[in-house]
């Protein structure tokens, strides 16, 4: 199957939620490839979310990304990145559809529980920012 990258971000460590959500990723059909507990920068953060940087939530975004630990991690499943989308549901939850993990899980737009990547592309970059080879199995 193909993969793409997750982050469980920091308003879901924090909540306590990380068991949770693994476990409705690997119930989906997800196989949790690379895993690591980790803290990103502010250098880390900028870069990861460059694409973002003329957002006006830019500054908030890093900001939040970089408060506490998250759970990074690559998954592999057919039609890996569309299907985890899925899974993760809306950007705000207040539109995510019912049983999707932002649904359940996130407190906002901002702090919105879980990161999917949004292309093969970008779910290679991600991944490569985030693991050596080594720790992909
Ligand atoms: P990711 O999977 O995290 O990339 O989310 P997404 O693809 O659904 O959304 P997008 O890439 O457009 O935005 C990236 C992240 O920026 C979001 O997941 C939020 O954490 C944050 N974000 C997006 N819009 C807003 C906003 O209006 N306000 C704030 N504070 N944060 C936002
Ligand atoms: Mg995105």
Redesign the pocket.
Known sequence: GNRTFTMIKPDAVEGGHVGAILEQITASGFRIVAMKLTQMTQRDAETF?AI?KERP?FG??VE?MTRGPIVAAILEKENAVEDFRTLIGA?NPEDAAEGTIRKKYAKN??E?AV??S?SDENAEIEGAFHFAGREIF
Do not use: A, M, P, S
């Open positions: 979310y973002h939530f908030e975004l939040f950007t737009v901002g919105n990161h999917g949004d």
